[in-house]
Nanobody, 124 residues
Framework: QVQLVESGGGSVQSGGSLRLSCAAS????????MGWFRQAPGKEREFVAA????????PYADSVKGRFTISRDNGKNMVYLQMNSLKPEDTAVYYCAAKKYSGSYYSPSDYDYWGQGTQVTVSS
């Protein structure tokens, strides 16, 4: 049974940093492309960042480019999202996702497995 479990969310002031973690079980994360999405109240789930299966591609949403960094530790079956220079508009529930096959990284429908999400709140 595949499980993705996010952690590391919390409340931080504008300009602060957080590091989200995603623990994968039931799959070998190195065999999957991994992504982070977020969803703010009343809004659709949106793409944040992805890491291709072999780590060659690391697309980011324009809104987080230069501030967020996605990475993985295959030995620990973990994926991370380092978030720096956080802004109030980054406030959302953040989700980890895994996709088995190649193709687009940008739509939630591209992914096969999802975590339950972790809340990030950035105050001004």
């Amino acid at each position: 049974q595949v499980q993705l479990v996010e952690s590391g969310g919390g409340s931080v002031q504008s300009g602060g940093s957080l590091r989200l973690s995603c623990a994968a079980s039931g799959l070998t994360s190195s065999n999957y492309a991994m992504g982070w999405f977020r969803q703010a109240p009343g809004k659709e789930r949106e793409f944040v960042a992805a890491l291709s299966k072999y780590g060659v591609l690391t697309p980011y949403a324009d809104s987080v480019k230069g501030r967020f960094t996605i990475s993985r530790d295959n030995g620990k079956n973990m994926v991370y999202l380092q978030m720096n220079s956080l802004k109030p508009e980054d406030t959302a529930v953040y989700y980890c996702a895994a996709k088995k096959y190649s193709g687009s990284y940008y739509s939630p429908s591209d992914y096969d497995y999802w975590g339950q999400g972790t809340q990030v709140t950035v105050s001004s």
